[in-house]
């Protein structure tokens, strides 16, 4: 027994120093922007007034508009997140779930074509919001699952299947050429490629009777369900979408703050600057622009907050190498009840070095000469030993 606690203690204490990651969509995301970076120093900021620190938080009022709230942590990247502040209300919605027979890529193309706002597999418009997933089927694991049959060769089903079809040919037959019979997303299917799905188009064939995946859909409307609200759904996934909604009441986060009177592209680049000017991060003007460029509230969370990908700033769902969460969190905190009314200003060395041992204490009790590698990153890090 003391020999196993000896092993497991060390590893319990190297967990404690290993920053905690929030990996799923929290509500609270939608009214947020959110950028990760990777040169920074965060000791700068104990030497500030008005701010606090919680668990592995700094926590002080933007720059931009003190009723807005920033908070910065450390997840491998240093994370610089503005948020509005929200409130639960009760609300009712309008609420349909179904599983459509068309590919998600297909869903978020024309979604995009007819103006919504898309943040990875959420998109909505005007008082309709709908979350979808695609569903994983059984049918396959890999391509070599998979095998054309039928008179024309028109068919992609299960090596396990046998089928038949009439043998009459069709002219969209010749789309077949621009695609491939394999796996997708578990089901044997011909892959969705843009040029399959074009001359499907071409030819006014259906894509949902011939690309046999599914997308787990749910559908939500706040406010009135209108005709036209019905037909913006119907456009989007078939006139055969399910009208079924249910009415319910729930618990809301909603923001405190109106969005359309704060302007998220002002908010991040004020607060990149202002952590510049103090040296907490390295970054360039032009950085900060594209940066800015870009930015709007719901642009956070682990699915949409913004960094540095294939070479340009965009957010994480647009990465060419995104994993998305479909998890929805319910805990995330804002400690607007704890912040003092006004934004950082500069403080005495013993504020900083208070904030500083909280920060230490928070995070498994670190020895001071260690802190560097909790508070710095990048190559960027603090000088030690220098006296107050």
């Known amino acids: 027994m003391v020999n196993y606690m000896k092993r497991i203690i060390p590893i319990l204490f190297l967990l404690l120093l290993v920053p905690r990651a929030n990996a799923c969509f929290f509500p609270q995301d939608t009214y947020a922007v959110e950028v990760e970076l990777s040169n920074y120093n965060l000791e700068p900021l104990f030497h500030m007034r008005n701010i606090i620190i919680e668990g592995d938080k700094v926590i002080y009022r933007s720059h931009y508009d003190s009723r807005l709230i920033v908070m910065i942590w450390n997840d491998s990247k240093l994370h610089v997140r503005i948020q509005i502040p929200t409130e639960f209300k ?135 369900l209108t005709n036209q609200t019905l037909k913006e759904i119907s456009e989007l996934f078939g006139c055969n979408t399910s009208r079924k909604f249910r009415e319910i009441t729930r618990e809301a986060i909603v923001p405190k703050i109106d969005p359309k009177e704060l302007n998220a592209s002002i908010a991040i680049s004020e607060e990149l600057k202002w952590l510049r000017s103090i040296g907490v991060i390295k970054i360039n003007d032009n950085d900060i622009r594209e940066i800015s460029n870009i930015a709007r509230w719901g642009y956070a969370g682990y699915n949409a907050r913004i960094g540095f990908y294939d070479g340009k700033w965009k957010p994480y769902f647009n990465a060419s190498n995104a994993t998305l969460v479909r998890c929805i969190g319910t805990n995330f905190r804002e400690y607007e009840e704890k912040l003092p009314k006004d934004p950082p200003s500069k403080g005495t060395c013993g504020i900083g070095l208070l904030a500083l041992i909280s920060l230490i204490v928070a995070l498994g009790g670190r020895r001071r000469e260690d802190t560097d590698d909790i508070l710095g990153g990048g190559g960027f890090t603090s000088d030690k030993g220098k006296s107050c």
């Open 90 to 224: 009760s609300e009712k919605i309008y609420v349909n779930e179904f599983t459509a027979i068309i590919p998600i890529e297909i869903i978020l193309e024309k979604a995009e074509a007819k103006g919504w706002n898309i943040e990875g597999y959420h998109f909505y418009k005007d008082n309709v919001s709908v979350f979808a997933f695609p569903e994983s089927g059984k049918e396959c694991k890999t391509d070599a699952d998979c095998k054309i049959q039928g008179c024309s060769g028109e068919l992609c089903v299960s090596k396990n299947e046998t089928v038949f079809s009439t043998c009459i040919y069709k002219e969209w037959y010749k789309c077949l050429k621009l695609t491939t019979c394999g796996c997708y997303n578990g089901y044997c299917t011909w892959k969705p490629t843009k040029p399959f799905i074009e001359c499907l188009k071409n030819h006014n064939v259906s894509i949902e009777n011939i690309v046999g995946v599914r997308t787990h859909v749910r559908i939500e409307v706040k406010g009135k």
